[in-house]
């Protein structure tokens, strides 16, 4: 950790994680999100820039950014401490992995666990999408590779969607592809993005869609080469940022707020019903069967 506390480094946050943030060159100040124990096992990389007040949060949970419990919950803690952090004006969201944004959901979460692990891991889904689609800052993500299920919905939650323009990478909610089934506030985050007729369609099939299709419905916003995906996000942030503040983060909140209240009003109920849904033997099976297929595909 000796080499990232250069002179002029400050720790700023505690936690399961530690932010440092410090002056580095051009006279900015960059923030870093590390592991308070072992900073090499970080599964998120923070980097706010104060002169702009733009953070890009990087993805980093090997190989392909699957969203288990402890990764939920460090990319809570990082948004939380942004959130509450005056210098940071807006978030970009980001992979650190080549070709994946987030491969969704770890299915080993919900696989062969007993009924507290199910619980607990869905109370942490749950906390993500509330944080972020209940952000109070600008949130985009830089889609920058394939993004199935929930990684999907990780996308889906941001202000504005900028994917790279690769054929081999694909996002949407596959989750009937699995034998599982997409709760209400997927469908509605869905929902409120893409539409009631193509949402339908998309979640019965369980629809992946190329960054061609996935614009032309618009469930993404914009598809540039993949090595402007970021560049692209820094300038739409800033025109996102000349509005005055209030105004955007209330137009905002009255477009989600009776989505966020909705799951707000039945969390517990939620989780009970997922534990219940996940616990069957013939959702187990499927699941088993699906991870099996993940596996022989690499063979
Ligand atoms: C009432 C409500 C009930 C239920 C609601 C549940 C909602 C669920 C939401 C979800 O998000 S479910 C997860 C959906 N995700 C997927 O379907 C993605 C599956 N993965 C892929 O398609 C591909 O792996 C890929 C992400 C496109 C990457 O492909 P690539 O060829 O680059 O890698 P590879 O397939 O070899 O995978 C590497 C490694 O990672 C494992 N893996 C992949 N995805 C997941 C995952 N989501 N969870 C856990 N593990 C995953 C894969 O098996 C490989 O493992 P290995 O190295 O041990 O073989």
Aim: charged share 20%.
């Amino acid at each position: 950790m000796a080499a990232v506390l250069r002179r002029g480094v400050k720790l700023i946050s505690s936690g399961s994680s530690q932010l440092l943030s410090g002056g580095c060159k051009h006279g900015r100040t960059s923030t870093l999100c590390i592991s308070s124990s072992r900073p090499s096992s970080s599964k998120i990389n923070v980097e706010l820039d104060s002169s702009t007040g733009i953070a890009v949060m990087r993805f980093q949970n090997p190989l392909v950014n699957s969203l288990n419990l402890d990764f939920l919950t460090e990319i809570c803690i990082s948004l939380e401490k942004l959130e509450l952090d005056k210098s940071c004006r807006g978030v970009i969201l980001t992979s650190a992995q080549p070709k994946i944004f987030s491969a969704g959901l770890d299915i080993l979460e919900m696989y062969g666990k007993n009924p507290e692990h199910y619980a607990a891991f869905w109370k942490s889904v749950q906390e993500i999408w509330l944080k972020l689609y209940g952000y109070s800052k600008i949130t985009i993500a830089a889609i920058n590779g394939s993004s199935p299920a929930g990684g999907c919905l990780i996308a889906l939650t941001a202000d504005y969607r900028i994917m790279a323009d690769n054929p081999r990478y694909t996002i949407g909610l596959n989750e009937t592809q699995l034998g599982i089934v997409a709760p209400f506030w997927f469908k509605d985050t869905m929902l409120n993005t893409v539409g009631h007729r193509t949402a339908e369609l998309s979640l019965q099939f369980g629809l992946m869609y190329t960054p061609s299709d996935a614009l032309k419905i618009n469930l993404v916003d914009l598809v540039v080469p993949e090595e402007q995906v970021l560049s692209t996000a820094t300038e739409t942030m800033t025109k996102f940022l000349a509005i005055p503040g209030h105004a955007r983060e209330i137009s905002k909140s009255m477009m989600r707020k009776p989505v966020v209240d909705r799951l707000l009003s039945c969390r517990d109920a939620d989780i009970k019903n997922f534990v219940s849904f996940i616990s069957k033997d013939s959702i187990q099976k499927s699941l088993g069967q699906y991870l099996s297929m993940l596996k022989q595909k690499k063979s």
